[in-house]
């Protein structure tokens, strides 16, 4: 038997810590976030409008050192440690963005955000949270909201780190060209300041953005799986686990599926480097472990 290389080794030692699980809505499409994406994407998206501002007729600006984009800007909780989010939402559309942006609907900011690829999906959502003193919020149809209970609570630029699955959103999305791309989500980040006085009002700011995610779940592991190249038996042995898992997924049953998702990643941990290139095998395993863990909200 092959010796795992620590990072597999180290991945099958947390796979069956994430297998206490709770319902999962089949046919949804399901997406996790962390404190660390939260920070992350601000200044990812940031750097990408930047990048792209030449072909955006105008609408992207630096305001006082923060990007500014049809008048609405996003300040870097990373740059600005005294900033934190306490609001997250996720959004069917550019448009639902436009509408929730100003009194009357910002076009200029829709139109910039279907430009940059904002993906549109079916309403409603769900959203789970396990972060500590976070819950979901009722919103508007269109809407996944995840707020904080205040300031002390929120994310902010140390969150860097936070890599632990805080927020899972599930979503129907209409298919994509390519199954194992990222999904181009628009997501709205509500950050603060601290007040200055007790009973002076937050200073709130609302970001606007589009962020890559991939999908944490089964069919991501499915779709990966099929566009990797593995020899017999091994590959009809890989896939007939995760239909397996699928069957029980449909009888609301997601911890027989954890633990399904958990077998596949003890066997591809285990074929041999001439079967399945490392970095092939750290893509399956680290999909299996998102969609584990997807599976235990």
């Given amino acids: ?17 994430v297998l206490r699980v709770g319902p999962v809505t089949a046919g949804e499409r399901t997406f996790l976030f962390t404190g660390a994406d939260v920070v992350q ?20 600006k630096l305001r006082q050192g923060a990007v500014a984009i049809a008048g609405k800007t996003c300040p ?19 448009e639902r963005a436009a509408v929730l942006a100003a009194r009357r609907p910002n076009a200029k900011l829709g139109a910039v955000l ?11 959502g769900s959203g789970r949270t396990r972060r500590s003193s976070w819950s979901t919020q009722s919103m508007p149809i269109g809407t996944t909201a995840f707020a904080s209970d205040g300031f002390a609570t929120g994310i902010g630029g140390l969150a860097a780190n936070d890599v632990d699955g805080s927020f899972a959103v599930g ?6 060209a390519d199954p194992t791309a990222a999904s181009e989500l628009v997501l709205a980040v509500t950050t603060e300041l601290p007040r200055r006085t007790l009973k002076s009002k937050p200073k709130r700011n609302e970001c606007y953005l589009v962020a890559p995610a991939h999908a944490s779940d089964i069919q991501a592991l499915e779709d990966l799986l099929a566009s990797t190249s593995i020899p017999e ?16 997924l449909d009888k609301n049953r997601p911890d027989r599926a954890a633990l399904l998702v958990h077998r596949f990643s003890v066997r591809v941990a285990k074929l041999s480097a001439s079967d399945l290139p490392a970095d ?10 998102k969609a584990a863990e997807a599976l235990s909200f």
């Fill in 171 to 176: 979503l129907e999305l209409a298919a994509q």
């Fill in 76 to 94: 870097s909780l990373a740059l600005h440690i005294e900033r934190r989010a306490t609001r997250l939402r996720v959004l069917d559309g550019p």
């Fill in 1 to 17: 038997m092959p010796v795992l290389r620590p990072r597999y080794a180290l991945l099958l030692a947390v796979l069956p810590m």
């Fill in 41 to 60: 994407m601000i200044d990812e998206f940031n750097a990408d409008a930047l990048a792209h501002s030449a072909s955006l007729d105008g609408a992207v």
């Fill in 233 to 248: 038996p091994s590959a009809t042995s890989l896939a007939t686990l995760l239909v397996r898992a699928e069957s029980w």
């Fill in 114 to 124: 279907a430009e940059m690829g904002g993906a549109t999906w079916s309403p409603p």
């Fill in 280 to 289: 092939a095998a750290e893509a399956l395993l680290t999909t299996a472990l």
